[in-house]
């Protein structure tokens, strides 16, 4: 391709300027992503003592372990960028970042707990773990699972803002 080609090569083959995710962006998400994945894998981590481990459909097994808090906590930092992204619609730019308000916190704190009832509920309808004596019940819900999506959203947030600051 020659050099003015290369230049109009959107044009060329017809995709808006507006369809592209801007670097800056995806490297936005990314942070984001892995700071959520990091904590949650932490959290995941020290809460797992408040489960069951023995009782089916959860294993006493190192590897099943290793899986089921990796892939926890991979779900839960996918969870965390949904919200960030919605938070990122709503506000019509990914600049809020720079400048959280109030309101970007209770949008996480508030989702991340719909999200996590909703987790929760579905968890228990399909017996997918059983809680030791030891973990806290919130109508029924575990407090640390309730309260997860939350804090680590929150705390993901901060950290984000002051990185970018």
Excluded: C
């Excluded at 959107?10 to 998400?29: D, V, Y």
């Excluded at 209770?106 to 309808?125: H, Y």
């Amino acid at each position: 391709m020659s050099g003015k080609r290369l230049e109009n090569w959107r044009s060329e083959i017809r995709i808006p300027a507006g369809a592209f995710i801007h670097m800056k962006n995806l490297k936005l998400l990314l942070s984001v992503f892995l700071i959520a994945f990091l904590l949650n894998l932490l959290w995941e981590n020290l809460h797992s003592l408040l489960y069951l481990w023995n009782i089916l459909p959860l294993k006493n097994d190192v590897y099943f372990y290793v899986y089921k808090i990796l892939k926890a906590s991979v779900i839960d930092a996918f969870l965390i960028v949904f919200i960030f992204l919605l938070n990122s619609l709503y506000r019509k730019n990914f600049n809020w970042v720079k400048e959280v308000k109030r309101g970007d916190y209770l949008l996480f704190l508030f989702l991340g707990l719909i999200f996590a009832v909703i987790i929760e509920i579905k968890a228990k309808i399909l017996n997918l773990w059983s809680y030791s004596e030891s973990m806290p019940l919130v109508f029924g819900i575990g407090l640390t699972p309730l309260i997860q999506l939350a804090v680590t959203g929150a705390i993901t947030l901060k950290i984000v803002n002051a990185l970018k600051n």
